[in-house]
């Protein structure tokens, strides 16, 4: 069975890094409009990081992943793709 995919709209962008080795990843914590936060993980989309600034308004499309890493698990979404607001 194929992973359901998810849309949120209107999500703000509260913070944005490159991760990975080579910086070819973004980690997004963003912001719901009712107010819960949650992070987000892009593989492969170093390309959006310059446009996406604090506060800045996006639309996502992403799975819901078990991230986890030294032991720890949390939820995180895995991104397909982002729509630039």
Known sequence: NAEPVFT???????????????????????KSEDGDNFDAVGFGMANFYSQLSHGKLIDIAYVVNVDRWLGNERLQLKLRDIQLK
Do not use: M, P, S, Y
């Not at 999500?11 to 910086?23: C, F, H, Q």
């Not at 990843?25 to 963003?30: C, G």
């Open 8 to 30: 949120t709209r209107r999500v703000a962008v509260e913070d944005a890094r490159l991760i990975g080795k080579d910086g070819k990843h973004i980690k997004l914590r963003l």
